[in-house]
């Protein structure tokens, strides 16, 4: 096994709240450790063209709280070809010198880590950083718990007119295929219902929930939804079906959008962020390579990427059920 001296850190994808102090703890740790570390700039895409510098304990200062990522971040077309990914590791990793690879992001950028390391013989080693917490292995990821709370503060706020006007929203957060903002924010909230990938929910269940709520003492209405695509139709659909079956509601829709990406890291965030980037070295030390750094039971854990990509992480039931026996 060759011996590292350098290591190269990337941010790819979505960004996510964390990604900053993540990059701070990769970079510190290595360079604690005697280890230099290049930062590559725009993911992937950078990667290919070769944007790199040093990072020194300087340059990471004063980044802990800050949102978005100061590596940059991008989806690339051309780093999912062979051609891509040869640019990739001539301009980066031989060019740069860089012995270990380190990738920050969700889904798609450790399926891009895993494709690297088949081809080329450098260990690679995710983190897994996306609002979405749609990793397989890992109890959270970096950025989830500061969206959640982004979501709720936001739904807090809904909520304040939805009850002045007697009205309910319908709020589309995002999530990709996952349903874990969407269902853990409409328990957070306080929310009547939540529309999840992994649990159909039919316009009559909605129905019939809301005016059983209006029967009772309620006035307003509050339905969380995930911006799935797998959700036949989105929100829309069922916010027009809502109105057409219930024309005495005053039906309305909030999509949430970016702004669910954006913002200072909770603390939780910044410790996870920090955690797991001290674990990418320590891992790199010990010698793994193609795993991706995970958080289980408040214990570091080693995931394959091939898990960590490939798994459909399930939505605990227990949760779906706490928010229907609540909502009544
Ligand atoms: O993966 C993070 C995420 O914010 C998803 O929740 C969302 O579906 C997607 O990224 C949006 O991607 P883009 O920034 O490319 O529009």
Redesign the pocket.
Known sequence: MKKIKTVGVLTS????PGMNACIRAVTRSAIYSGWKVIGIYRGFEGMIAGECQELTTEDVSNIIQRGGTILKTS?SDEFTTPEGRKKAYDNCIKKFGIDALIVIG???SLTGAQEFAKEYDIPCIGLPG???N?LYGTDSTIGYDTALNTIVDAVDKIRDTACSHDRIFFVEV???DAGF?AQNSAIASGAEAAIIPEEYTSVDQLGSLISRGFRKSKNSSIVICS?SHSIEGGIMHYAERMRAAYPDFDVRVTILG?L??GGRPSAMDRILASRLGVAAIDALKEGQRNVMIAISNDQIDYVPLSRAIKMDKPINKELINVLSILSI
């Open positions: 994808g979505g960004d996510a989806r969700g889904n798609g996306t609002i979405d749609d995002m999530g990709r903002l911006e970016y669910q990406r």
